[in-house]
């Protein structure tokens, strides 16, 4: 069989123990991903079986309906049937109302199927606050030896509970066994910052603040709350989105060059950016809440917490100083995007007279959209073809689409696990890192500027405009991407 990514897997076979295995990212994204990192046609794993766990009383049986229903529903290929014959006889499903010992008796089972050399992959995709009884039951089963945990976001709520809770796990694991995923780390689009800017000299002598005016984070969602009332109540856009996944991202554009493509290297270089930081000032954030939010089942009919927010972060180094970094994310927006954005300075003086465009559409840019199939676009002023000397804003664009290679794409989650089952802890967050943004975060978390009501499909509170100017939010975009698939004249 031809190896479709050699090296890309782990050597040791793997039982990977799911809790929150009914849960709603379980059936969108880890039982649909397991599926196809564990293909054989994939040739990443030597063996696998899965084991999940949950607080509802449900049979194998019904485990493995709920697994074929989340796989068809949410698989992102071609579904090949005879390849879900084969998945459903390697799963298991232990309430958690068992105890330890059912779990450590399926585990043994599964284990014996597999033979020597399994490995435990410990999955636990649970709110913060069961996290620990999840840990306290794998300590109960014995199943702490040859594992590795991984551990969902938010770390925490806050700098104390942070830090509790680091400590709380490391008194049952060692630091390297631990893997706190950030999702948006192991997305290829991310990945690729890395690639762009230390891959080539073009870039990096011009990434810094004799050139760079200011940096836009953005990721507007379409979505609402839906099913997810009790776990946003007491977490809001904050904690959910920008503590974790845009801070990461951030750090990603930030960072100095590691010395290797390496864990120590690259975690240090992002830790590095959070010292960096400055303390999260209130007054340079602006939380929002949509109409309608506090209707939601489940939420608090006075709630305060956002679905919303924008800041400004400055990061107070010989790189960035004067430049600020602007996040913004929230749910029900009018467009689902994740974008990245890099605004160079304006020329210092204009040759060009005040009727001829110049400037008009904000100045040239780089712009990173982390979408699942990259792309990438400069955006300068040219002339308009014609008499005179009219400018317009146009552009040099990638999509990752027309190479071909679109389809190669690796799902976040799946890259992240195999390379947990891998112990590699290259793209997984660190205690220190994660206490960092909690510390900075601290002055925000105790005392949050009002919420700001803000329509369904609007791109957020007016005080957004404030925050930014005088520059201008990227977001909506002036003019569409171009379509890969549609050439021009
Ligand atoms: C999750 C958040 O971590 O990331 C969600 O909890 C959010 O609220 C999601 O919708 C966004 O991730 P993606 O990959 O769907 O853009």
Redesign the pocket.
Known sequence: MVKMHPGAGPHDPQVVVLFGATGD?SRRKLLPGLFHITQEDNDLIPGCRIVGVSLDDMTREEFVQFTHDAVHEFYSRELDHSEWDEFDDWLDYIPVSAGPEALAAAVARAETQLGEGVRRLHYLSVPPKSALDAITMLRDANLIERSRVIM??PFGTDLESAVKLNEQVHNIFAEDQVFRI???LG?EPALNILAFRFGNGLFEPIWNRNFISHVQID?P?T?GIEQ?AG??EN?G?YR??VV??LFQIMAFIAMEAPTALEPNAIREEKNKVFRSMQMIDPSDVVRGQYSGYRSVDGVDPESDTETFVALKVNIDNWRWAGVPFFLRTG?RMPE?Q?IVSIAFHEPPQSMFPANSGIGTQGPDHLTFDLADSAKMSLSFYGKRPGPGMQLDKQSLQFAMHDTGLAGDVFE?YERLILDAMKGDHTLFTTAQGIERLWELSQTLLDSPTPVRKYEPDSWGPNAIHQLIAPHAWRLPFEREWRDPNVTGE
């Open positions: 990212l969902e976001k950030d999702h948006f997305k990721v969602e979505l997810r776990f946003y977490t856009a959910d989105m974790t996944h749910k689902g994740r976040a």
